[in-house]
């Protein structure tokens, strides 16, 4: 295949299509290296559109690891809106990268990192797009390998036609060891082809080739086991774990988009992992153990970054930013530093009882004074106390309470519905502590202009997690019950005027869900809607329900199944899971356990701060949980001013 730009025949289609500045290229830290130059080429796909994809951190980072290598180079592709896409069949012109435009059939490696299961679609829509044979028995060593990466690559059994490999875990040390072993085999002149290098990768014990394993299936359709299909594989495959974060301060040159996007800021994340044990979170669950960066880690990656970008805010990352046990002194650290610069922090979401007015204080101190975010995930405390998410209502009051005080006007809640065991009256919660919400906010601030939004997604089952048995609640019942909230919360209308309340309905949560525990049966359901038009399902204008629901009535009944039997149906202890064979560290009987204490509305602490509850991680991850604090202090840059690293755009450190 051609390894030329395709540029000269994508610019004239650009003036038909909306957006067009997200398919040219040229961010400020792009990198585009010479094709010849190069023995292993990467390209990086995130499998959504440009203005979603490109602040991608997972993304970012591998792009500069591969790149630091000489003899390597990647650049990056993103899912092509369908305007483009049908105007590219009609042209003649592939699926592209967006830093050198070349041809990404003519890559060494596609490798796509999910977020969501709902870009399974995007994926079939870029290897067509790309000339690539959509299923993977029909590859040859012509065609790249189409290596899956991400949180949804912990069950990749839906897409596993469709994929050659992927990778579980950290990407960071698992990239360069995929390079290795292909510029090995391309060395010794691709010996055996394509089944050798993919029985390369899976003898590492760290790259799961989905061909090379064979699922067998009991009468009333459940998984009786998955075994290897040949020798040199292993049984199971482990998700990669990257320790010490410091070692890796990536991304040192973030990318900065010509297109809005999504965040427009520069992340660092602080660490990596979390313990609090949410049970409804398969994030939580798959990155333990908790690894920090350190404070002198994180304050050379802002000052880096920030030189290198000339970005104005900063978010500080991780599952919970606020547990970095240092978070105090990263905050004051870093607002001392860029006292009188237009320099502004921001956290993520933080949890009730780990915020604090002194941390709130320290990120806005350079002015910026946005909204504060809180997930009580359950209206009630009995609910709470089933998904393990210890936040009192007392608790939630006082802490915004504090921040109304303090000059906040905008508190954001966010809920999730759906949950196992919620009834009616546990989501009619969430509209009292609401309301309690804004009269506490106008007795503490003496002011009748504060708003309180409440955000409710639909619950979805994940693998890896203690809820990955429960049955999924039914569109029809969630969206009910957010009908009864929203007239709840309309009630008073002297308080309900200050409630905002966003939601998304049931529908596109359960296809996640049948996605997010499905086997390789789905896979031609996939395919189906795929080739009816489904792409963008994650974009509520571009997602169809109806064409998801007949494709899996058509295709699951030849297998004898449906829609309910993956979505709403309760799983029972000793079913094999589609994912068992995947070890992300976590033992399942302690899964299970943690599974019945949730059906008993027993909660767990926090391991980070507790004795070990043996969830598995860290004997089998041979890892173990780092926490400060250290007693480290972020030393100021002086002076602040012209010519200094912070105000010198043309700064790099390292």
């Known amino acids: ?132 044979p959509i299923h993977a028995k029909d590859r040859t060593e012509d065609h790249p390998i189409v290596l899956a990466g991400g949180h949804a690559a912990f069950n990749p059994e839906p897409i596993a036609d469709f994929l050659d490999a992927a990778v579980l875990g950290d990407g960071e ?40 394993y064979d699922v067998e299936y009991l009468p009333d359709g459940r998984i009786q086991r998955v075994v290897p299909n040949r020798d040199r594989v292993p049984y199971r495959v482990f998700k990669r774990t990257t320790m010490e974060l410091d070692e890796w301060p990536y991304p040192k040159q973030p990318l900065v988009p010509l ?38 880690g994180i304050g050379a990656m802002v000052q880096r970054g920030l030189a290198n970008t000339g970005f104005e805010e900063v978010g500080l990352l991780s599952l919970s930013s606020a547990d970095h046990s240092e978070i105090a002194e990263v905050t004051k650290g870093l607002a001392d530093r860029y006292e009188g610069t237009k320099t502004g922090l921001s956290l993520p979401s933080t949890r009730v009882d780990a915020f604090n007015v002194d941390l709130a204080n320290e990120l806005s101190r350079n002015g910026r004074r946005s909204g504060l975010t809180f997930a009580p995930e359950g209206g009630s405390e009995r609910l709470r106390k089933v998904i393990n998410k210890m936040v009192s209502e007392e608790d939630l009051i006082r802490t915004v309470s504090t921040a109304y005080a303090n000059g ?39 002011r009748k202009d504060i708003r309180c939004t409440i955000s409710i997604g639909g619950f979805v089952p994940k693998p890896h997690t203690p809820f990955q048995w429960a049955a999924q609640c039914d569109p029809d019942t969630v969206d009910n019950r957010l009908r009864k909230l929203r007239d709840e919360i309309n009630t008073d209308r002297s308080i309900g005027r200050n409630i905002g309340m966003r939601y998304h309905d049931g529908k596109p949560a359960l296809i996640e869900g049948l996605l997010s525990r499905g086997d390789r049966r789905l896979g031609r359901v996939i395919e189906r809607v795929w080739r009816e038009g489904g792409q963008f399902d994650g974009w509520g204008e571009h997602f169809s329900y ?63 701060w507790t004795p ?38 043309a700064f790099s450190q390292g």
């Open 259 to 296: 297109a809005e996007s999504v965040h427009e800021r520069m992340s660092v994340e602080i660490f990596r992992g979390c313990t609090r044990g949410c049970r409804f979170c398969q994030a939580g669950m798959i990155t333990r153990p908790v690894r920090e960066r350190s404070i002198e």
């Open 408 to 446: 906040w006007r905008q508190v954001k809640l966010y809920f999730m519905c759906g949950l196992p065991t919620e009834t009616d009256e546990d989501v009619l919660q969430i509209a009292r502590m609401a309301k309690e919400v804004i009269k506490a906010g106008r007795v503490a601030s003496g």
């Open 173 to 212: 040390e698992a990239v360069l060891e995929v390079t290795d072993i292909i510029r090995a085999w391309k060395a010794e002149g691709c010996p055996g082809g394509r089944d050798e290098v993919l029985t390369r990768l899976a003898e590492t014990g760290g790259v799961y080739i989905p061909r090379f």
């Open 1 to 132: 295949m051609s390894v030329q730009s395709v540029f000269p025949q994508l610019e004239p289609l650009l003036p038909q299509v909306s957006k067009p500045v997200q398919y040219v290229g040229g961010e400020l830290n792009a990198t585009v290296k010479p094709w010849e130059e190069a023995v292993v080429r990467w390209c990086l796909m995130y499998p959504d559109a440009y203005e979603v994809g490109l602040p991608n951190q997972g993304i970012m980072i591998l792009y500069e690891i591969l790149n630091e290598q000489p003899d390597v180079l990647a650049e990056r592709t993103y899912a092509i809106w369908p305007d483009l896409a049908k105007l590219m069949r009609e042209n003649g012109v592939p699926q592209f990268t967006v830093d050198g435009h070349r041809p990404v059939g003519a890559f060494d490696v596609l490798g796509v990192s999910f977020a969501t299961e709902l870009g399974y679609t995007n994926l079939l829509n870029a290897l067509d797009l790309a000339g690539i």
């Open 546 to 608: 109806d064409r998801w629901v007949e494709a899996a009535k058509v295709e699951l009944e030849q297998v004898g199944l449906d829609l309910a039997w993956y979505t709403t149906r309760e799983r029972e202890e000793l079913e094999v899971l589609p994912w068992d064979h995947l070890d992300s560290g976590l033992d399942k009987e302690w899964l299970w356990s943690d599974w019945q204490d949730a059906l008993d509305e027993r909660e767990q602490d926090d391991c980070r």
């Open 612 to 649: 070990c509850f043996d969830c598995g991680v860290c004997p089998a991850m041979n890892t173990d949980i780092q926490v400060g604090p250290t007693g480290k202090v972020l030393l100021p840059i002086t002076p602040v001013g012209t010519g200094s690293p912070v105000r010198n755009p």
